[in-house]
């Protein structure tokens, strides 16, 4: 929750909501993230470890991982290609905003992926 | 972990609490009619804090009767018609009151923002308690009629003996509908979760800035943030009501669903603080807020993770699904 709240948080800013808030303020959320980062690849891979049998064949569980790795990517990406500058950019470029938006939709569906595994196969 | 309360007990805080939503409806109500006679923004402001913080209180009357009613099944002198019909008109004017307390919400944040109460806004709320006045004061009087054998005689007829119809909306069918389909409970609680990313996200970085941690940015430039808030938890709300309503059993008689349910009021209460908490919105980039803000913040970043905490536990301390 505090990974992906704080993702969407950042994306929703990028796509002009919030337009008050300097993106530099925002650099240190990232700090955050990684924290909560390793903090579910621990205890992600200590549930995984209880039940691998069941999850590592199942496809869901895979498209689920894929969608969290693809989630960090545009992560990586846009701290690289927004935050980058010690200078506050005025507009945000067309294609920031389409990572932003992205990176709303890969992290919404690595939720929803990881809440249905509760309930699918 | 130690039982909070039995049934009996929620049924007993039913009884202690479930004029609440009635009076209090009627006193945000009165304050609004008077703020327009006198012209009065401020009191205008209040009674929308009123209207917002009765919006809260009804939770725990809501969730409460569900004991109630699960104490009282089966036993004699008791209408189980008139509890049915209570609990649909109970149903009906909750949601009524939580769009009130929803809109109050938005107009008070408008109110911060520019200055002065919007007035299509004003209006809706004005309209939406005039309703919900009547809806709730409905459900309360079938509620009497449940055991007040001096009214009805432990038989149900309704306020001047009229039937109460169909129910515009059936806790019994909404309990189907979750229930027969094997979508609804996992969509809801897919929603249930993208919900709480959204409102946590809000919580996270308007009460990081009181904190401190995050001060970079000007209190106002977050407060922008607030209704992604509040909307989170709308869609956490309509799908709770869903789970709630579905298996409701699973949640009065668990321990974990009681603490949750303070820890959220609570909650409320610091989020309408957050709303139109004065010394911080003068709050500009870098600066440090007083103690009352960080306090304030740190406040709401451990109800909200207890909010959270408790969720995530309710089949593990207790025995939802």
């Known amino acids: 929750m505090v990974l992906v709240g704080s993702a969407l948080m950042i994306d929703l800013r990028l796509l002009g909501f919030g337009r008050g808030i300097p993106l530099s303020s925002l650099e240190r959320l990232f700090r955050v993230m990684w924290g909560a980062f390793w903090l579910n690849l621990l205890t992600g891979t200590m549930l995984f470890i209880a039940d691998a049998s069941k999850r590592g064949t199942q496809p869901l569980f895979l498209i689920k991982l894929t969608l969290v790795a693809s989630g960090i990517a545009t992560i990586i990406l846009l701290r690289r290609r927004v935050f980058d500058g010690t200078k506050e950019p005025l507009v945000i470029s067309g294609a920031a905003k389409r990572l932003a938006f992205t990176s709303l939709l890969v992290w919404s569906a690595a939720v929803t992926a990881g809440r249905l595994l509760a309930y699918v196969g | ?321």
Not at chain 2, 163 to 168: H, Q, R, V, Y
Not at chain 2, 188 to 214: A, K, P, Q, Y
Not at chain 2, 245 to 256: G, K, L, P, R
Not at chain 2, 257 to 264: A, E, M, N, R, T
Request: aromatic share 10%; hydrophobic share 55%.
């Open chain 2, 1 to 321: 972990m130690p039982e909070l309360a039995n049934p009996a007990d929620l049924a007993h805080v039913h009884l202690l609490i479930n004029h609440f939503p009635t009076i209090g409806m009627i006193l945000g109500l009165g304050l609004l009619l008077l703020s327009f006679l006198r012209k009065n923004d401020h009191l205008k402001k209040v009674s929308l804090e009123v209207l917002f913080l009765i919006a809260l209180a009804t939770m725990p009357v809501y969730v409460s009767g569900q004991a109630a009613a699960e104490t009282l099944k089966g036993q004699t002198g008791v209408s189980a018609e008139a509890i049915i019909a209570h609990n649909d008109a109970a149903l009906a004017s909750f949601i009524m009151m939580e769009i009130t307390g929803f809109v109050a919400w938005l107009l008070l944040w408008r109110m911060r923002r520019i200055g002065w109460p919007t007035t299509g806004l004003t209006y809706t709320v004005l309209v939406l308690s005039v309703m919900t006045v009547a809806s709730v004061a409905r459900a309360a009087n079938i509620g009497g009629d449940i055991r007040h054998p001096e009214i009805a005689g432990g038989q149900y007829a309704g306020l001047f003996g009229q039937s109460s119809g169909t129910p515009l909306i059936s806790a019994a069918a909404i309990k189907d509908f979750v229930l027969q389909h094997p979508f609804v409970w996992p969509t809801c609680e897919t929603l249930h979760f993208l919900g709480m990313s959204l409102m946590f996200g809000v919580l996270l970085i308007v009460n990081l800035r009181l904190v401190g941690w995050l001060r970079g940015m000007s209190f106002a430039s977050v407060h922008r943030l607030l209704p992604f808030g509040l909307m989170g938890f709308g869609i956490n709300f309509i799908t709770g009501m869903f789970f709630f309503i579905a298996a409701s059993e699973q949640y009065t008689q668990n321990v974990a669903f009681h603490y949750k349910v303070i820890l959220l009021i609570l909650a409320g209460v610091n989020y309408l603080v957050l709303t139109v908490y004065d010394e911080a919105w003068a709050l500009p980039a870098s600066a440090e807020a007083p103690l009352s803000g960080k306090l304030l913040g740190a406040s709401a970043l451990v109800l909200s993770i207890g909010v959270m905490y408790f969720g995530r536990m309710l089949p593990f301390i207790g025995n939802a699904f």
